[in-house]
């Protein structure tokens, strides 16, 4: 048997509950949030290693062969003009994305989470899809560009239902730009608005950051 073996052998919970088995597939360090930058699409390991603040070129190399050994994810090319080794979530892959946004949202609801730290695009994005209030969302109608760290991003509402793609932001009729972390204070901690740069159609673009709640922290204090 191989180290490698013998370590994922070790890591194993012996136990049939789909939870445990999930994860022994997505509980190592690091490994969601992997799967989380690949969510929109497909990411170069440049890519990865810039936006996973933290994580070492050695451990995201073993991450990335994990994930492809359990086939959560495959390696790909992307077409010209860039025509390089990237790494796509598989079909499969991408269904974790749920899990994902709801133990985000479930530890939005701790005291101890600092919002201030910093975030990826993908971060933020995702976040929109998990916060969007429906009430504040309710006969809301539009397509916002992102410019975020300049990776482009779309998000399409209707009503209260929210789309996140990757994308040109050109044919948007808003589009806002600034880094994840001044739209997050902006969005979630009440910054000022003019933090941000606005394109088009800055009303729809105000009332597009008007769209998300954190829920309620919840009180930790023993007894």
């Known amino acids: 048997m191989t180290k490698r ?11 049939a509950c789909g939870t445990a088995h999930g994860l022994e597939l997505v509980g ?39 994930l492809e050994r ?60 998990t916060m969007i209030d429906a009430g504040q969302a309710d006969g809301f109608s539009g397509r916002i560009g992102l410019v975020l760290n300049d990776e482009p991003f779309i998000a399409d509402v209707q009503g209260p239902a929210i789309t996140v793609s990757r994308g040109a932001v050109d ?13 997050a204070g902006v969005v979630y901690g009440g910054a000022p608005v003019e933090m941000l740069a606005f394109a088009g159609d800055e009303a729809l673009a105000r009332r597009f950051l008007t769209l998300f709640t954190l829920p309620p922290k919840v009180d930790a204090r023993p007894g």
Request: charged share 25%; net charge neutral; proline share 9%.
């Open 5 to 15: 073996a013998t370590a994922e052998t070790k890591r194993l919970y012996d136990d």
């Open 28 to 66: 190592d360090r690091w490994t969601l949030l992997l799967l989380r930058e690949l969510m929109y699409g497909p990411r170069r390991f440049s890519d990865l290693k810039r936006d996973m603040l933290g994580i070492s070129a050695n451990v995201l190399s073993q991450r990335l062969e994990e």
């Open 70 to 129: 359990r086939g959560l994810l495959s390696k790909v090319r992307l077409p010209p003009p860039a025509a390089r080794d990237a790494y796509r979530a598989t079909e499969w892959g991408l269904e974790v994305k749920p899990v994902i946004m709801e133990l985000g949202r479930f530890a939005a609801r701790s005291p101890g989470h600092d919002p201030t730290l910093p975030l990826s695009p993908v971060s933020i994005m995702m976040s929109f899809e």
């Open 171 to 183: 044919a948007c009729p808003a589009v806002i730009t600034g880094t994840p972390e001044v739209v």
